[in-house]
């Protein structure tokens, strides 16, 4: 069913405790993704969330467990997975472009300077800064400087999109530009995108599938929520849809009281399996499959996911 | 072969003369001959005088070694020039012979510096660089003036100096390792005699009996100078003990006149031109010239390290006769007023020629409204008497500067070259004292430098026995 | 309005100017007459004495030594006597000379110690004890051990002007936001590059401050080691100037070395903004 190409084993990451011995943040996560997937992390401060994302991108390491990429063991950050930083992170003694192009000279060494702007400058474009290509981060706004962000990850080519809460500082407005854009942007290129988020509404729009953390210390991923609605969906429509307010009250059900209690519910005798977290479709009742979901979905919309779908591919292909 | 050739040469010129190499003796020509018939002749005169004196002895050894010149050539021949000259020189130390030989010759080294502190006991040391005394013995002396007694010993001890003026004490307390690491050092020549006085605040002018100065505070250059001990000499004859009646402080000459304007000090016994810079700005009188506590009492010395008079002997022995002949043209009183003229500029003193004409001269304001007369305020006699250093000595041990027993004699015929001192006044035409000890007399007490212990008991107020 | 606070600004500091040149030039001129003196005697006898002038110059003084000084800054009147102008020049190469190898030692160092939590702990007794040492009490054992007092003055500059440069390096360094070295490891960026492209930027600032602290200590310390060694140098000649108790110069030389001061701050104030970056 599902190719792994991120492949998280059993990963948990302890840190010692003010009062000696450790604290487990997050223990025995396991979880799969397939090439060209959107998934979003939705938890409590404390869960480990950025955490997991750090060890994905290979700043951090876990304390056990192993995360697979491609086959291979991430052994340390790689230009194969870009990160987009919560805080931007753009080096304030560059101009926008100059930060691009900066990844762009790690990316390729070997190139000229002509060409490192060349491909910086198409970023920029992708990202619709070209105007203000030469400005200095601090006469950015908060928009501008995350769309900087974006594109010096996107101008490396990554296999991997790596997102820590992407739009969270920025203002209503400007956030759901960027989350349009981004969405366009993904879906065009295909990219495998890994995304932390606290905002349930994004995490529905964005992702195809949202993993749900329990509360930390000892966090474990307690189910995957597969997102129902249709491929084709825009902001502006998407809580019309009928499967959108059974998902989105799953989910704030699950951060409001069942992120708290879940270990109480296993220990009530639920069945659950770390290594195997189920995968849920609220819009449906449970337990619910993804061959359950596509029957459900209905054949308006699976026409429309239909649509979407082979327009993506025919824009990667051209 | 002349001694002047190169023994090493294979070319077969052990019969031919030249005379290219024997320097002073040469012509022109004969020299240019020279150079272009033997590229090594050509490095060796290039090599200059310590590498020709040098070659001379080298030459004597060769022809020492092997008599027979084509003995001589073979050898050469056989083991090459250069291993040739280090295996006489395993066998005989090259070096030695060529100083011994050099000993009355040109000066090893040309260019020298000397250091001087700014006051009028240096007139012969600086007089001496404008008045010619140093290009007269084919020197280029450099005369830097120092910021301090401490800086000009650390100085010449780092030998940045190879000369400096000191107090005569000095070179007495560096050799025996007071108040710096022990070198040997020597005093080839005194500067001046007498040119001291002590000098007190205008408010003082009533009380000018020392047994009313109980609790005075007093400046002096340094510790180990004739200043000190003068102080100390002077106060313990009028009762009191310098050490817990008054407070003494080593205060730098230039804040002594300031000290004693902000009435930080009460008096000084100060080098000159400082005690009468003070009367010239009004701040202080002259209480007594130096002279009337010990006339013709040994001030600051012409000082050098041993090293340099045993390494450098023409370059020291060139240095000393400008010295001397600078102190006997300072002796005597007509050139004067010429000689304050030469050293007042920025570049020596650095003080208005008035004062330096009052001290030199004798006629001078004494800060009290008169004008007086006093032709031997200071004078200039080089000889290094070994007596002196045995009064230095005997008061160093009296005020515990030194401790133990003390080889007088022994220490200060280290110390004071009045050998040295003899011979070079005779070659620079002057004539030297005969008597070999001087007898003194400090303030009326007679010093007998072969008793010294005896003098050191007769005092009531000492600090050691 | 900016431009008229900054324009009445002037005007007071120029109100100040001239209200304390006027009180000096006062303080100064009054004083006593002279005494009645035996004119044998009065020829003898210093104007401070015989006029009753106070020994303290008046800014008329000073300003006609201070020109005639910068009309004529490089002469050579002998090995003692030097314009001001050389004099300055000699202070002004041995900071250069011990400031420039300060930076060469305290910059990799700085980094080094940045860096590394262990050698900062390892290093810190070692700085913390080191730092608090007047420069100048190492003038004796500089002396004693180099044996050369020009070198012995650069050493002190050396060591006078290493430890600010020293810590704000290391505190600039070890304090580079973590999301900045976290771009250039995710970038994949090699360890001497993220140096150079990403810590020195970032640390930039902070270094060019601590910069600016040891030239302005430094320039405090060749006046005081130049009056200690003598022969050459700003300090030199407030020394050699001392000594013939001519306060006129003294004070000449001292509005020479304010200014020069101000110079090197300014220099390295202007090289601070070149580098901060606004965020």
């Known amino acids: 069913m599902q190719d792994r190409y991120i492949s998280i084993e059993g990963i948990s990451r302890e840190y010692p405790a003010p009062g000696g011995g450790t604290t487990k943040i997050f223990d025995d996560l396991w979880m799969s993704m397939s090439r060209g997937e959107f998934v979003a992390v939705i938890g409590h401060s404390g869960c480990g969330k950025t955490t997991v994302l750090n060890i994905l991108a290979g700043l951090d390491a876990p304390s056990s467990g192993v995360v697979i990429v491609d086959g291979k063991a991430i052994e340390g950050p790689s230009l194969d997975r870009a990160v987009i930083f919560q805080s931007h992170a753009l080096l304030p003694w560059k101009t926008a472009l100059g930060n691009v192009a900066y990844a762009v000279s790690s990316r390729w060494p070997r190139w000229s300077r002509a060409e490192v702007n060349a491909k910086a400058m198409a970023a920029i474009k992708l990202v619709g800064l070209e105007a203000a290509a030469d400005r200095s981060p601090a006469q950015l706004s908060g928009g501008m400087k995350q769309r900087v962000g974006i594109a010096r990850a996107l101008s490396i080519d990554p296999k991997i999109l790596l997102m820590d809460e992407p739009f969270s500082a920025l203002d209503a407005l400007t956030r759901g530009t960027l989350q349009d854009e981004v969405r366009n942007i993904c879906i065009e290129t295909g990219q495998t995108v890994f995304m932390i988020t606290h905002d349930v509404d994004e995490a529905i729009y964005l992702a195809d599938k949202i993993v749900l953390m329990t509360n930390g210390p000892g966090a474990r991923i307690a189910e995957i929520v597969a997102n129902p609605l249709p491929m084709g969906r825009t902001r502006n429509d998407v809580h019309r849809h009928p499967a959108y307010y059974p998902?989105?009250?799953?989910?704030?059900?699950?951060?409001?009281?069942?992120s708290k209690s879940f270990d109480s519910e296993i220990a009530a005798g639920k069945p659950w399996d770390s290594r195997n977290p189920p995968l849920v479709n609220p819009a449906i009742p449970e337990p619910a499959t993804l061959a359950q979901v596509a029957v459900a979905a209905g054949a308006e919309q699976a026409q429309a996911t239909q649509q979407v779908f082979t327009q993506a591919q025919r824009r990667r292909t051209t | 072969m002349s001694t002047f050739d190169n023994p090493f040469d294979t070319e077969g010129k052990a019969t031919k003369r030249c005379g290219c190499s024997c320097g002073a003796h040469s012509t022109q020509a004969e020299h240019d001959a020279a150079v272009s018939r033997a590229k090594a002749e050509a490095e060796f005169l290039k090599a200059g005088e310590d590498a020709r004196v040098r070659r001379v002895v080298e030459a004597g050894l060769m022809r020492a070694v092997f008599p027979n010149p084509v003995q001589r050539r073979a050898f050469i021949k056989a083991v090459g020039a250069t291993t040739a000259a280090a295996a006489i020189a395993q066998v005989f130390p090259i070096l030695t012979a060529a100083d011994a030989l050099a000993a009355g010759g040109v000066p090893e080294k040309k260019d020298l510096k000397v250091g001087f502190i700014p006051i009028t006991c240096a007139t012969p040391i600086i007089m001496a660089h404008p008045m010619g005394f140093y290009s007269k013995q084919g020197l280029n002396v450099e005369v830097v003036k120092t910021a301090g007694w401490a800086v000009i010993r650390d100085k010449t001890l780092n030998k940045e100096y190879d000369a400096a003026h000191m107090l005569s004490p000095m070179p007495l307390a560096i050799s025996l390792g007071l108040g710096s690491t022990a070198v040997p050092f020597t005093v080839p020549a005194i500067e001046n005699v007498n040119g001291q006085a002590i000098t007190l605040a205008m408010k003082h002018k009533d009380k000018r009996d020392p047994k009313q100065w109980k609790g005075f505070k007093f400046a002096i250059p340094f510790d180990y100078s004739m200043h000190n001990y003068l102080l100390r000499y002077y106060l313990a004859e009028h009762g009191l003990d310098p050490d817990t009646d008054v407070q003494l402080r080593s205060v730098p000459p230039p804040e002594?006149?300031?000290?004693?304007?902000?009435?930080?000090?009460?008096?000084?016994?100060?080098?000159?031109?400082?005690?009468?810079?003070?009367?010239?700005?009004?701040?202080?009188?002259?209480?007594?010239?130096?002279?009337?506590?010990?006339?013709?009492?040994?001030?600051?010395?012409?000082?050098?390290?041993?090293?340099?008079?045993?390494?450098?002997?023409?370059?020291?022995?060139?240095?000393l006769r400008s010295i001397i002949e600078a102190a006997a043209f300072a002796s005597k009183a007509e050139n004067r007023k010429q000689i304050a003229e030469a050293i007042a500029p920025a570049n020596y003193l650095n003080a208005p020629v008035t004062v330096l004409e009052q001290v030199l001269t004798g006629t001078y304001a004494d800060g009290l409204g008169e004008v007086k007369k006093d032709p031997n305020r200071v004078t200039f006699d080089p000889f290094p008497w070994e007596s002196f250093a045995v009064w230095m000595l005997t008061q160093m041990k009296r005020w515990g500067q030194l401790k133990g027993d003390v080889d007088y004699q022994g220490i200060a015929k280290e110390v004071f070259l009045q050998t040295d001192a003899v011979r070079l006044m005779k070659e620079a035409g002057l004539t030297p004292p005969t008597a070999s000890t001087k007898t003194f007399a400090v303030m009326g007490k007679t010093f007998d430098p072969s008793k010294p212990k005896e003098y050191l008991d007769s005092f009531a107020i000492k600090r050691s026995t | 309005m900016t431009q008229s606070i900054e324009v009445r600004a002037s005007l007071v500091s120029a109100l100040i100017l001239v209200t304390f040149l006027?009180?000096?030039?006062?303080?100064?001129?009054?004083?006593?007459?002279?005494?009645?003196?035996?004119?044998?005697?009065?020829?003898?006898?210093?104007?401070?004495?015989?006029?009753?002038?106070?020994?303290?110059?008046?800014p008329l003084d000073v300003g006609?030594?201070?020109?005639?000084?910068?009309?004529?800054?490089?002469?050579?009147?002998?090995?003692?006597?030097?314009?001001?102008?050389?004099?300055?020049?000699h202070s002004i190469m041995r900071v250069m000379a011990g400031y420039l190898l300060a930076m060469a030692v305290a910059i990799p160092v700085g980094f080094l110690i940045g860096m590394s939590p262990l050698m900062s702990r390892a290093l810190d007794p070692f700085i913390q004890v080191l730092?608090?040492?007047?420069?100048?009490?190492?003038?004796?054992?500089?002396?004693?051990?180099?044996?050369?007092?020009?070198?012995?003055?650069?050493?002190?500059?050396f060591i006078c002007s290493i430890w600010p440069m020293l810590i704000n390096t290391a505190f600039g360094v070890a304090n580079v936001r973590k999301e900045w070295i976290n771009v250039a490891r995710t970038l994949e960026v090699g360890p001497l590059r993220k140096a150079f492209t990403v810590i020195l930027p970032a640390a930039a600032p902070t270094i060019v401050t601590g910069m600016r602290i040891s030239i302005g200590i430094a320039w405090l310390v060749i006046v005081a080691a130049e009056m200690l060694v003598g022969g050459t140098g700003i300090g030199y000649f407030v020394w050699n100037e001392w000594n013939n108790l001519s306060i006129t110069n003294v004070i000449t030389a001292i509005l020479v070395i304010g200014f020069v001061g101000m110079l090197l701050d300014q220099g390295l104030a202007r090289l601070g903004r070149f580098v901060t970056f606004p965020e």
Not at chain 1, 247 to 258: A, T
Not at chain 2, 299 to 315: D, G, L, R
Not at chain 3, 36 to 54: C, H, N, V
Not at chain 3, 134 to 156: E, H, R
């Open chain 1, 247 to 258: 998902v989105r009250n799953h989910i704030i059900d699950f951060l409001v009281s069942r």
């Open chain 3, 131 to 157: 730092k608090p040492i007047s420069p100048l009490a190492w003038m004796p054992l500089a002396l004693y051990t180099i044996k050369d007092s020009g070198t012995s003055a650069i050493f002190v500059i």
């Open chain 3, 22 to 58: 006027l009180v000096w030039h006062l303080a100064v001129t009054g004083g006593g007459s002279g005494q009645a003196m035996d004119p044998e005697y009065a020829k003898l006898m210093g104007i401070t004495a015989t006029q009753g002038k106070s020994a303290m110059p008046g």
């Open chain 3, 64 to 89: 006609a030594t201070l020109w005639g000084h910068i009309k004529d800054p490089f002469y050579v009147r002998g090995t003692n006597d030097v314009g001001l102008g050389l004099q300055l020049g």
């Open chain 2, 256 to 319: 002594m006149v300031a000290n004693l304007r902000a009435e930080n000090i009460d008096g000084f016994l100060a080098p000159d031109n400082i005690c009468q810079r003070a009367i010239f700005d009004g701040v202080g009188f002259n209480h007594i010239l130096s002279k009337e506590i010990w006339d013709g009492h040994p001030c600051c010395a012409f000082a050098a390290s041993k090293a340099f008079v045993t390494e450098s002997p023409n370059s020291y022995g060139a240095l």
